[in-house]
Nanobody
Framework: QVQLVESGGGSVQAGGSLRLSCLAS????????MGWFRQAPGKEREAVAS????????YIDGSVRGRFTISHDNAKNTLYLQMNSLKPEDTGMYYC?????????????????WGQGTQVTVST
């Protein structure tokens, strides 16, 4: 099991940028498949991006491809999500998730451990 704490959310205008971080503790970070998910009010939680910290296999959802970048720093036990050219439809609660097994493409039901989330609000 791994404990996850997200940070970096906030309110920005459309076109702006944010960098989310997810600090992991409790187990070996470099042995996990990590993902970023988001959930808007009234909608299901959806995958944004994922990365296998062992192989760096990356998934980026089509809705954010070219604007968002996922990365990780095993030495710092930290997962990142760089979000550029933000749009109002990117608004939601963003969650970090981890699982020792790789599920590609990522689905929320396949991740065992979750952070508490960080809110991202993009205004016009």
């Amino acid at each position: 099991q791994v404990q996850l704490v997200e940070s970096g959310g906030g309110s920005v205008q459309a076109g702006g940028s944010l960098r989310l971080s997810c600090l992991a503790s409790g187990n070996t970070f470099s042995s996990y498949y990590m993902g970023w998910f988001r959930q808007a009010p009234g909608k299901e939680r959806e995958a944004v991006a994922s990365i296998d910290t062992r192989t760096s296999l990356i998934y980026i959802d089509g809705s954010v491809r070219g604007r968002f970048t996922i990365s990780h720093d095993n030495a710092k036990n930290t997962l990142y999500l760089q979000m550029n050219s933000l749009k109002p439809e990117d608004t939601g609660m963003y969650y970090c998730a981890a699982d020792p097994r790789v599920h590609y493409p990522p689905e929320a039901g396949n991740f065992a451990d979750w952070g508490q989330g960080t809110q991202v609000t993009v205004s016009t």
